[in-house]
């Protein structure tokens, strides 16, 4: 069965320190992957989505993530953090129709 | 923007009750989803159906069954609730080619 690993549970830095947020997956087989963001209070929304060509891949506020196929691998990161990238960050990986995710990483940002 | 919609975002239920979740969406996607989201644990799948009466189980699927008559429509329905069920259950649908899911705003279930 697929899964999903997450490697942080919770990371704490301040304003304008660099982030990187770990995700692995264990299917071998082709698959489409996610980052989600959940905002104190708010829905899940899609930061960015690889499904094939260039493995690093731009999403929306400054997020990007490189996927490595040979490590199972599709790592978020952001340069420069702000007070407003607080939330919960899930990584998610479709296998056939079936959407798993990651425990998720709770993010803190200091101002 | 597609919009997911769940009927109810607070919802408190007796032990024992049969409780029904619906979940609405409206850009004619195939695929549908039911998760629940605790702490620590992230987004368990349910459910997921891939078509019209078509359903298959997730990672958790014990204590709850779904119904997907229509295709804008996937019901989440707990037989018998039990307090372990109290939870955040979080609806998602999207198209086969997987470019994104899209996610309904929760239903917090308190089962008491």
């Known amino acids: 069965a697929q899964s999903v690993s997450q490697h942080n549970h919770h990371v704490i830095l301040s304003e304008a320190a660099s982030l990187e947020l770990g995700c692995n997956y264990s299917?071998?087989?082709?698959?489409?992957l996610f980052w989600y963001v959940q905002y104190p209070g708010q829905h899940l929304q899609l930061l960015l989505k690889y499904f094939s060509g260039d493995p690093l891949v731009k999403g929306i506020k400054g997020f990007e993530a490189e996927f490595i196929k040979s490590k199972f691998s599709f790592n978020l990161r952001k340069p420069s953090v702000q007070w407003s990238d607080t939330a919960e960050y899930f990584c998610?990986?479709?296998?056939?129709?079936?959407?798993?995710f990651g425990a998720g990483t709770t993010v803190t940002v200091r101002a | 923007d597609v919009k997911v919609t769940q009927s109810s975002r607070y919802l408190v239920k007796r032990t024992g009750e049969k409780v029904f979740l619906e979940c609405v969406q409206d850009m004619d996607h195939e695929n549908m989803f039911w998760y629940r989201q605790d702490p620590g644990l992230g987004l368990r799948l349910i459910y997921f159906s891939y078509d019209v009466k078509m359903k298959e189980k997730g990672d958790i699927p014990e204590g709850y069954s779904v119904s997907r008559e229509k295709k804008e429509r996937f019901s989440l329905i707990l037989e018998s609730a039990s307090t372990n069920q109290t939870s955040m259950y979080l609806c998602?649908?999207?198209?086969?080619?997987?470019?994104?899911?899209?996610f309904g705003s929760g239903t917090r279930l308190t089962v008491v």
């Open positions: 998610a990986v479709t296998e056939d129709y079936k959407l798993s």
């Open positions: 998602a649908s999207g198209a086969p080619s997987g470019y994104g899911y899209t």
């Open positions: 299917y071998g087989g082709t698959v489409n």
